[in-house]
């Protein structure tokens, strides 16, 4: 090949090289959520009721027990902690069902949750219910009417010291 | 002999095509299929260079990462911002390099045998890089930071090794905290050390490893890589906000082409994705196939003097020097490393004691190949010569790597191909030439440049052209010598190079 045939081929290779390069750097873009799309994140750490009921032990009971241990009382508990069981309803369908296991080696400590669930943008009735019982009985509800603006990302947040459930909706905030 | 299992299969002769035209295009020594690695270290270095300078102007915080990355790309647009687009674009380049990297040596066989190590050790280099890369699109927490930060802690999530849900810390601005920013911009700074630790591993067991491609490469990808942060600077996607989802996002598909995966397939099914592909990328040079290497290369003491030839020579430090243990006045003996030996024969060919002017019928060289023992060729190459008839008459050297020399036979051409054209001691094309009066000798094998055991076109060359030990002597007529190397692409050419060189030889014999 000729030297100027091969500069300008050269030239070419670089240039496609580099045009590759610097086209999928950003495209084709990605459409992550649908344009009328809205997103409800459910994220919380709870932790259920101990699961099983207290029972006093026995004076033989306590007579085997190292004496440091008979400090701690009578009253023994089991170490478990209930499933917790959440409940999501929008406009009166069920929107998400999960049983909640506990976490750690003997199912002792929170039950975590991140979903995240898209759904279609506007004025919604959402309602959701809890339960952190034995029995699975739902001990806490709450329900709101919802301005669900598209793209934005609603929180509904979990604290039983508050009361229970908590929608963080930054779309009424922003009034969108 | 130590054929690669796919050597004529559909890819392998693609590949071999199109590195012909770029051979065309750019000439065997600058070649960019052939120093892929190289370029690959290259993109690494510019990485490192733009990544310090961008690093001093860099601010860890929640409000204070967006701004600092703002300010060095506008503020700062003709060094900060070239520096920031260098970066990008190097980093998609490395990758882009080593993928390709990957599927040429895939492609090519050189992933078994004693070539295990390079290849395994290049898969944990993967994941760095990854890593790093993946860690680096979080910093300037732009909306693409945030759609990537947030899908990466869902997708990690999955693994059953946290305490809790990671996406929590990323559930909303509030809870977003300053020291994830310190976090990610210490292991920005930190992951490129392990990457550079591997990639030592890497080439560990390589002799004379290409870490850095020729120059007039290296200035036209990085004239072409500064032309395109020229025309297209790389660009934040607006500030992060914890309240609204990065709906369309410019994603870098390089890095980034694993989460949109996530969206349609769970993160379970995607880590299942990328660890199988880990897994039998980290299998593949043990999985069943046409591959068969023959013996490995072995030391007859009796007859090594020590002198360290082939040491110098071996492509993978598979032969080392090491103190004389059979009592002999030499100081060192060499030693063969068998699992770092691919049987290419190229210290056999090294040897000064492979010379065939040794009066005994069945000598025997000072380092060998148990299957290919120099006696045998030289008793191979008489009886080939014997027969040899008319004019012109040519002995062809060549590789089982290369262009298969089989179909050259003829009345006046013998042909004896050897698992690396270097494995052929100089002294040979002297003995065929004075001892057995053929009027030429025609050396080939794999194309410039790409060796299939790396070295051997090479050292051949310069053992021609006395630059080498064993050295050609100086008295052999190089007028009848000829060396044309040529893939099994090139089996046109080397036909027509041939004819040619005994075309020159019945000239001169006129």
């Not at chain 1, 190292?66 to 400090?71: C, N």
């Not at chain 2, 905290?177 to 210490?186: A, G, K, P, Q, W």
Request: proline share 5%; glycine share 8%.
């Amino acid at each position: 090949m000729v030297k100027p045939l091969q500069y300008i081929s050269q030239g070419l290779f670089y240039a496609l090289f580099m045009g590759v390069i610097g086209y999928f750097s950003t495209l084709p873009p990605y459409t992550h959520l649908q344009p009328d799309e809205t997103l409800i994140k459910l994220s919380f750490r709870h932790a259920g009721e101990i699961a099983g009921a207290c029972r006093e032990r026995t004076p033989e009971e306590m007579a085997k027990l190292p004496v440091y241990q008979r400090k701690g009382g009578t009253k023994v508990c089991p170490r478990g902690r209930s499933d917790v069981i959440v409940e999501l309803e929008l406009d009166g369908k069920q929107l998400y069902h999960e049983i909640l296991r506990p976490t750690g080696l003997a199912h002792s400590s929170n039950s975590n949750i991140y979903r995240r669930i898209p759904v279609k943008a506007g004025v919604h009735t959402l309602k959701g219910r809890l339960s952190d019982r034995s029995d699975g009985v739902f001990n806490y509800t709450h329900e709101e009417t919802i301005t669900l603006a598209a793209g934005r990302i609603m929180v509904i947040d979990f604290k039983a010291a508050t009361g229970g459930f908590i929608f963080r909706n930054k779309n009424v905030t922003l009034g969108q | 002999m130590t054929a690669p299992d796919l050597t004529e299969s559909s890819a392998r002769k693609a590949l071999l095509r199109l590195e012909g035209i770029l051979n065309k295009i750019f000439g065997n020594d600058l070649n960019p299929l052939y120093y892929l690695g190289a370029l690959g270290f290259c993109f690494f270095w510019v990485l490192v260079v733009s990544g310090v300078y961008l690093y001093g102007f860099y601010r860890t915080g929640i409000e204070l990462s967006y701004p600092s990355v703002e300010y060095i790309t506008n503020e700062q647009w003709y060094l900060g911002g070239v520096m920031r687009s260098l970066h990008r674009y190097a980093a998609d380049a490395l990758v882009v390099v080593m993928v390709l990297h990957l599927l040429r040596e895939f492609i090519l066989g050189r992933y078994r045998g004693a070539r295990w190590f390079s290849w395994v050790t290049g898969i944990p280099l993967i994941w760095l890089i990854y890593t790093s890369g993946i860690n680096g699109y979080w910093m300037p927490w732009d909306k693409l930071a945030q759609y990537a930060t947030v899908a990466t802690m869902e997708w990690l999530d999955w693994l059953p090794i946290f305490s809790g849900p990671l996406s929590q810390s990323f559930i909303s601005q509030e809870v977003l905290n300053d020291r994830f920013f310190s976090l990610i911009s210490f292991s920005h700074a930190t992951i490129p050390l392990f990457v550079l630790f591997f990639l030592w591993i890497h080439i560990l067991r390589i002799s004379y490893p290409v870490v850095n491609p020729r120059r007039k490469l290296v200035v036209g990808v990085l004239l072409a890589m500064l032309v395109l942060a020229l025309v297209k600077p790389a660009l934040s996607q607006g500030p992060a906000d914890m309240g609204i989802e990065p709906r369309n996002i410019g994603i870098d598909w390089f890095y980034l082409f694993i989460y949109p995966l996530l969206d349609v397939w769970s993160a379970g099914q995607v880590w299942a994705l990328v660890i199988g592909i880990s897994l039998l990328l980290g299998v593949l040079p043990w999985l069943p196939s046409r591959f068969k290497q023959i013996p490995v290369a072995e030391v007859n003491l009796k007859y090594c003097s020590g002198c360290g030839f082939c040491v110098a020579d071996c492509p993978y430090e598979a032969v080392v020097m090491k103190p004389r243990s059979d009592g002999m006045h030499f100081t060192e003996e060499a030693v063969v490393v068998p699992d770092r030996c691919v049987s290419c024969g190229i210290c056999a060919g090294s040897c000064p004691s492979s010379t065939p002017f040794r009066s005994e019928a069945n000598y025997v060289s000072g380092i060998e190949m148990p299957s290919l023992p120099i006696s045998g060729l030289r008793a191979a190459m008489m009886n080939d010569l014997a027969k040899l008839t008319g004019d012109a008459r040519v002995m062809v050297f060549g590789c089982d790597n290369a262009a298969d020399i089989g179909k050259l036979r003829s009345a006046g051409v013998a042909v004896m191909s050897l698992p690396c054209t270097a494995m052929l001691p100089p002294s040979f094309i002297e003995y065929a030439l004075r001892e057995h009066q053929v009027d030429g000798v025609f050396i080939t094998g794999c194309r410039e440049s790409d060796c299939y055991h790396r070295m051997g076109g090479l050292w051949t060359e310069q053992r021609l052209a006395a630059k080498r030990e064993p050295r050609l002597r100086g008295r052999t007529e190089h007028g009848r010598i000829r060396q044309f190397w040529a893939s099994s692409a090139d089996f046109r050419g080397l036909t027509q190079e041939l004819e040619s060189f005994r075309a020159t030889l019945r000239d001169q014999a006129e």
